[in-house]
């Protein structure tokens, strides 16, 4: 084997201008060139304990890849990747790296770790674009599987079952599928070409996916039974968003963030042609200081705001946001205001929002979470001038579905009750995975749960059919 | 895709669609709504479903033309389609064991509470209806309506058909000649329902309102549906659209469905401009 390259940063990563970017929804990170990713593949030492493997949610054997990656043999490293992770265009775009894969890295004990993340962008773009796919129709089993909601975790179960042979037929509320990945995480980090190339992939297998179909509405778990399908699973997500009971929040200009990326990037409120409207804000602040928080804020900039607040009761390491995204939306102009916290929403005469009084927090001692609670510091109280305020507090799974299904059991967040390995509900015959079984979570850990989900299924229904 | 296999203009602002959506007909209920896209590039607006035909398979929704996008689809021919129809969604109207009802509605609002009327005047209820229009032209359902209840009051703003007067006018005499209801459901403008909220509250008389608000999914996802009825906030889309008229803050649900009216003004007038240069076209 060649010697490493012991540079101890990583390959940079080509962007657009910050001042560029934040004015257009076009990718922010443009991607390797074949000689960068070859070069940046050279960092890897091929570890034989491969711990960056373990730190994989799928277990993509990643020395492995980047071994090719370093040959040139592009093709066959993607194959090695898609051998264990359906998404990788996906995932090498929004996975947090840096808190699985990258953290194990042995690299990153002295500078930086591999960017195994851009590495599998990299692989999954090349092939996008040098190999036309065609997939085969596996040839049927003859068993019908329904899967309800066409996020990451519906898609891999629906993708891993149709390649078994299943008639797999997908229910998905919305007029696209794709979940998240259409309706929540922005253009400039995920192009919805590529989610939308992954879905084609889907239908050539086979899958039929069947959109504006509210399960729950428009057919009950006990009839899709009844209509032949053998095997249920739901990855409905978790899309009931959460507000913070402060006055004056239903004041005109306040949002969640789900309706205000959604306006965005499902319904291209942006784009020349498309009827739906967004409320053109000029002064904005974020409630949160997740991936949604950093999304919305820079998609606030994006829609025209002069000035996005980003406001988070906690410190800067506490930032449950992917650290590339943060390092992004900083570059972007977006300002943090830590350690703050809303207490009201304050409106003109006609209710729109004109400002948020919050106050300073520290923190305290670790809370059930093990994060350092954060306490409201007496009397430091302040105003910031918004006419928008946009709350990016989290998510809940929707309670829509489980309203109808009594038997479903779910914990007291609302989250479906699953077996962690199978994803079983407490009904036979009906799996769950994604958002719906965690909360919200990442990509990674929905598609994992799809994957398993889909092999207890067969399981399942080949037992059955003995 | 679904077909539109009926369009029939009720007046010039009010039009009539039966859609051809076998899902929606087989399991949609009175009060219930739909969410539909006329294009690839339209927005998602709510519709409540006007009437059901399970056999067929269609539903039928009535629509006023208020926006771009009412616009936009009321110029789709018979026979055409829509891109999609989304439904049924929000809770059902609870009419059952409901002996004397009031149905109160006002312009388009007669719309969405004929299925109301029809249901319980089937489940054999009595059924006072007040109609409310600005005037004689704009009367819709009339025909309908009259076979879908016991009693039929209808007022115009203007008095060129029925009695002059507004829908308050009627329902106040008839709850001043003693008239008591299981429930009076008034349904039309929002200002319309929170004037007859306040003509009911002195009686004790329970009143169930239909709230149209902004919605976008329809499913609970997004929140920009949301009012604050008995002081909780709730989510028209799910929670509703039918909730107790006199907990209902009507105040900030009419503030709120002003939200985008600058956005939908400017759309209007570039709408009717194309539409204008299309229609002028081979005009000398
Ligand atoms: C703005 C934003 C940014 C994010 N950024 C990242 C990131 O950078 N990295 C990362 O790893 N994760 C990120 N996440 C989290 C990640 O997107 C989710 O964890 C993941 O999408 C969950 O997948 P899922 O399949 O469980 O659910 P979802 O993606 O939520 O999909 C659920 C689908 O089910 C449909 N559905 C719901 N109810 C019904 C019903 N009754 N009938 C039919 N269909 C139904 C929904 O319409 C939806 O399409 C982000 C999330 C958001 C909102
Ligand atoms: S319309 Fe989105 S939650 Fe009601």
Redesign the pocket.
């Known amino acids: 084997m060649a010697k490493a390259n012991m540079t101890p940063t990583k390959q940079p990563m080509p962007e657009q201008d910050p001042m560029v970017r934040r004015n257009n929804l076009k990718e922010v990170a443009l991607g390797y060139t074949e000689e960068m990713a070859v070069e940046e593949a050279t960092r890897c030492i091929g570890c034989k304990n491969k711990p960056c493997v373990e730190g994989c949610p799928v277990l993509v054997d990643i020395p492995a890849f980047i071994e090719l990656v370093k040959e040139r043999k592009f093709k066959e490293a993607y194959l090695t990747i898609v051998a264990t992770n359906s998404l990788p265009a996906v995932?090498g775009?929004?996975?947090?790296q840096e808190t699985q894969c990258e953290a194990k890295c042995v690299r990153g004990a002295k500078g930086e770790p591999v960017a195994i993340g851009r590495l599998e962008r990299f692989c999954a773009d090349w092939y996008m674009s040098n190999i036309e796919e065609e997939f085969e129709k596996p040839v049927s089993n003859g068993h019908k599987v329904a899967v309800?909601?066409?996020?990451?975790?519906?898609?891999?179960c629906a993708g891993d079952l149709a390649k078994l042979g299943y008639q797999v037929t997908m229910?998905?509320?919305?007029h696209l599928?794709?979940?998240?990945?259409?309706?929540?995480?922005?253009e400039f980090?995920?192009p919805k070409a590529i989610v939308q190339k992954e879905i084609k992939g889907l239908i050539q297998l086979g899958v039929e996916i069947k959109t504006n179909?509210?399960?729950?509405?428009v057919a009950t778990i006990d009839e899709l039974f009844e209509q032949g399908y053998e095997a249920i699973f739901l990855?409905?997500?978790?899309?009931l968003p959460m507000f913070m009971n402060i006055p004056g929040e239903n004041y005109n200009g306040v949002f969640s963030?789900?309706e205000y990326?959604t306006r965005v990037n499902l319904m291209k409120c942006y784009a020349d042609g498309f009827d739906t409207p967004i409320f053109k804000a000029k002064k904005v602040a974020v409630v949160g200081g997740?991936?949604?928080a950093?999304?919305?804020a820079r998609c606030a900039q994006r829609m025209g705001a002069d000035e996005v607040y980003i406001v988070y009761r906690r410190s800067e390491v506490e930032l449950p946001?992917?650290v590339e995204?943060v390092h992004h939306a900083k570059e972007e102009g977006i300002i943090f205001k830590l350690l703050c916290n809303p207490v009201k929403v304050n409106a003109d005469e006609k209710g729109w929002v004109k400002s948020m009084d919050c106050i300073e927090m520290e923190l305290g001692e670790p809370d059930a979470s093990g994060r350092r609670r954060p306490i409201p510091k007496p009397g430091s109280d302040f105003t910031i001038d918004v006419d928008a305020v946009i709350m990016?507090l989290g998510?809940n799974p929707?309670p829509?579905?489980r309203s109808v299904t009594p038997a479903l059991q779910t914990n007291k967040w609302g989250c479906i009750v699953a077996d962690e390995k199978t994803g079983l509900t407490s009904i036979e015959g009906v799996y769950a995975?994604?958002?719906?079984?965690?909360g919200?979570?990442?990509?990674?850990?929905?598609?994992g749960?799809?994957k398993d989900a889909a092999a207890a299924m067969d399981k399942y229904i080949q037992s059955k059919a003995k | 895709m679904y077909r539109i296999v009926k369009k029939q203009v009720l007046n010039p602002q009010v039009v009539l669609m039966e859609i051809e959506a076998p899902a929606v007909a087989a399991k949609c209920q009175p009060g219930q709504f739909t969410v539909l896209r006329v294009n690839e590039q339209g927005e998602r607006i709510p519709l409540t479903v006007a009437d059901f035909d399970r056999e067929k398979g269609t539903v039928t929704i009535i629509f006023q033309i208020v926006g771009k996008t009412t616009m936009l689809l009321a110029d789709q021919e018979e026979g055409g389609f829509i891109t999609d129809f989304v439904g049924p969604l929000g809770r059902a109207s609870e009419l059952e064991g409901l002996k004397k009802v009031a149905v109160i509605g006002g312009g388009l609002g007669c719309a969405i509470a004929y299925p109301q009327a029809k249901a319980l005047h089937e489940m054999g209820a009595e059924v006072d209806v007040v109609a409310g229009f600005r005037d004689k032209d704009l009367i819709i359902l009339q025909d309908e309506m009259k076979a879908a209840c016991t009693n039929y009051y209808l007022m115009t703003d203007d008095g060129s058909a029925g009695e002059h007067g507004f829908v308050t006018n009627k329902l106040e005499s008839l709850l001043k000649a003693g008239n008591q209801y299981d429930v009076v459901i008034a349904i039309g403008p929002m200002i319309m329902m929170k004037f007859v909220c306040a003509v009911t509250k002195p009686f004790n008389q329970k009143t169930i309102v239909s709230m149209n608000t902004i919605m976008v999914?329809g499913?609970g996802?997004c929140g920009c549906c949301r009012l604050t009825v008995g002081g909780e906030t709730k989510f028209a889309c799910v929670d509703g659209p039918d909730f107790d008229g006199h907990l209902v803050d009507f105040e900030e649900a009419m503030r709120r469905s002003k939200m985008y009216l600058d956005q939908e003004k400017a759309a209007i007038e570039e709408y009717k401009k194309s539409h204008e240069c299309n229609l002028m076209k081979g005009v000398k």
Request: net charge negative; glycine share 18%.
């Open positions: 995932c775009r929004v996975c947090p309800i909601g066409a996020g990451p975790a519906g898609l891999t229910f998905e509320a919305f599928a794709g979940g998240v990945l259409m309706y929540g995480i922005p980090r995920l179909m509210v399960a729950g509405k990855g409905t997500g978790a899309g963030a789900n990326l997740g991936n949604v950093m999304d919305a946001a992917r995204e990016a998510t929707n829509l579905l995975g994604g958002d719906a079984v965690t919200a979570a990442t990509v990674i850990l929905a598609m749960a799809g | 999914d499913t996802m």
